[in-house]
C-alpha cells in the first residue's frame, strides 16, 4: 500500500535533548512538508522541501531542522533551541504543483519533560 | 499573502441535522481551496477541493461546498450528519503566489445523538 509514514506515533524527550521524527512516503512525490499542530491554531509550516537536496523554511523553522538525502525520507529534527516543542507533528507530501491535494500520515505527538 | 479564516472553532449538531462549516480567504490572485478532516489523534485527509470550473463541488461522506469568488468564502455543508462526522475540519487556500498551503484554524464538529 502506498502511504506515509511517521514514527514513532509518541515520543517523549528531556527538556534540552535534540529528537528527530522519522518521515517516510513511497507515493513517489517530490514534494515534503512538516506541519506543526497546536490546539486552536491549525497546522503552520516549518519547513518543505519541493526536490532531494533542497528545502526552504516555513513560517516557524526557528529551532528545527530538517534533510532531504533521498526522494522517500524527510526527518525533522527538534533542537534544544526550539523553545516550546511539545505539539503534535504531521508530514505530508504531493506531486509538485500547487493544485494536487497534500497526503499527510498519521502524526508524532511529541512531549517535552 | 493568503490567509483563511474559520469563523466558527465548534460546531455542535444534532444527528440527522444539516450542518455548515464557515470558511472565508483573502489572497490577491487566483486560488485553489481544499477542505481536510482530522479524526482525533490521526493526520488529515481529503474531503474535497475547488480547483476551476463549477463552483459547487461534491467531496466524500456526502459533504459538498460552493465556492463564493464575491463573498471569498468555501463554506462546506452536510444535509444529514452522523455521529461518524464528529472531527475537525480544516479549510486550506494555495495560491500562485505562494507555493504552499495555508490552513485555517479548524472547526471542532461534534454530533450529538
Known amino acids: 500500500d502506498g502511504g506515509i509514514t511517521q514514527s514513532p506515533k509518541y515520543l517523549f524527550r528531556k527538556e534540552g535533548q535534540n529528537v528527530t521524527l522519522s518521515c517516510e512516503q513511497n507515493l513517489n512525490h517530490d514534494a515534503m512538508y512538516w506541519y506543526r499542530q497546536d490546539p486552536g491554531q491549525g497546522l503552520r509550516l516549518i519547513y518543505y522541501?519541493?526536490?532531494?537536496?533542497?528545502?526552504q523554511k516555513g513560517d516557524i523553522a526557528e529551532g528545527y531542522s530538517v534533510s532531504r538525502e533521498k526522494k522517500e525520507s524527510f526527518p525533522l529534527t527538534v533542537t534544544s533551541a526550539q523553545k516550546n516543542p511539545t505539539a503534535f507533528y504531521l508530514c505530508?507530501?504531493?506531486?509538485?504543483?500547487?493544485?494536487?491535494?497534500?497526503?499527510f500520515g498519521p502524526g508524532t505527538r511529541l512531549t517535552v519533560l | 499573502a493568503q490567509s483563511v479564516t474559520q469563523l466558527d472553532s465548534q460546531v455542535p449538531v444534532f444527528e440527522e441535522a444539516p450542518v455548515e462549516l464557515r470558511c472565508n480567504y483573502s489572497?490577491?490572485?487566483?486560488?485553489?481551496l481544499f477542505w481536510y478532516v482530522q479524526y482525533p489523534n490521526q493526520g488529515l485527509q481529503l474531503l474535497l477541493k475547488y480547483l476551476s470550473g463549477s463552483t459547487l463541488v461534491k467531496g466524500i461522506n456526502g459533504f459538498e461546498a460552493e465556492f463564493n469568488k464575491s463573498q471569498t468564502s468555501f463554506h462546506l455543508r452536510k444535509p444529514s450528519v452522523h455521529i461518524s462526522d464528529t472531527a475537525e475540519y480544516f479549510c486550506a487556500v494555495s495560491s500562485g503566489s505562494a507555493r504552499q498551503l495555508t490552513f485555517g484554524s479548524g472547526t471542532q464538529l461534534t454530533v450529538l445523538p
Open positions: 505530508a507530501s504531493s506531486l509538485e504543483s500547487l493544485t494536487v491535494e497534500q497526503f
Open positions: 522541501s519541493q526536490i532531494v537536496n533542497d528545502f
Open positions: 489572497s490577491s490572485v487566483s486560488v485553489y
